[in-house]
């Protein structure tokens, strides 16, 4: 007997990847212009890792409920229109076997095959046919909101570990270089796995990446480094 052909695609991970990459580019990135920040307004080592702590914790749970709520809603609208496509069906069934059978002509069937595609899969499951080809609500795409805030907390906090764990080690007076330096080679690796993973460029992904990050914790120190002085 023949094993079953399964073919991997990307797509399967668009769920988790998404909330993965962006948690951990917002924990380094957000945590070390933090840092940088408080750095530069000549505040003592202590106190710079104070806040950068505060600031991993603070970002792991704003990123989790972000994240629930975001993807809750997208997950309530596919509710709501998989109730009224339920409705739908019940109170018109041959005008729903039309619609989708146009569907499937629009798409390159023959007008006779596109009518018996849709009368065989409306025998078979006639919501999840609407689902998948006139609203676009699939399993592989389908809103899970507890897995995106998991994700997200878990990989903030893993992000802003990294940039926090160059601040507890390196010395006072080369915090500045030692954060910004390491941090931006953290978000470059970053930047090439995600690339990787989703089937692009790993070294324009790098590249994309680094280049905000450098913007974001260039404007932060300055911001820091301005009230700093004022003070």
Do not use: C
Not at 126 to 146: C, K, N, Q, V, Y
Not at 149 to 169: D, E, I, K, Y
Not at 181 to 194: E, I, K, N, P, V
Request: a neutral charge; proline letters at 2%; zero cysteines.
């Amino acid at each position: 007997m023949r094993a079953r052909h399964r073919e991997l695609h990307r797509t399967d991970r668009i769920g988790w990847l998404r909330a993965a990459v962006l948690g951990a580019n917002d924990g380094i990135l957000s945590t070390a212009s933090l840092v940088l920040g408080v750095a530069a307004a000549h505040a003592t080592h202590n106190n710079v890792l104070v806040a950068g702590i505060a600031g991993l914790v603070a970002g792991s749970m704003s990123m989790a409920a972000g994240e629930y709520v975001s993807v809750h809603s997208q997950a309530d609208t596919e509710r709501a229109d998989l109730a009224l496509e339920r409705a739908e069906l019940k109170a018109d069934d041959v005008g729903e076997h039309k619609e989708l059978m146009a569907i499937y002509v629009a798409r390159g069937l023959s007008p006779s095959l596109a009518k018996e595609v849709a009368r065989q899969l409306m025998l078979h499951d006639a919501l999840g046919a609407h689902a998948r080809d006139e609203l676009g609500i699939s399993e592989t795409f389908r809103a899970r909101p507890i897995q995106a805030a998991l994700a997200s907390a878990a990989s903030f906090a893993v992000g802003a570990a990294m940039p926090l764990a160059v601040t507890a080690l390196a010395p006072a007076a080369g915090l500045i270089p030692f954060v910004s330096g390491t941090s931006l080679l953290f978000l470059a690796l970053l930047g090439a796995l995600a690339a990787r993973a989703g089937g692009a460029r790993v070294m324009m992904g790098a590249l994309r990446v680094t280049f905000w990050g450098a913007l974001a914790m260039a404007v932060t120190a300055g911001v820091g480094w301005l009230f700093g002085t004022a003070a």
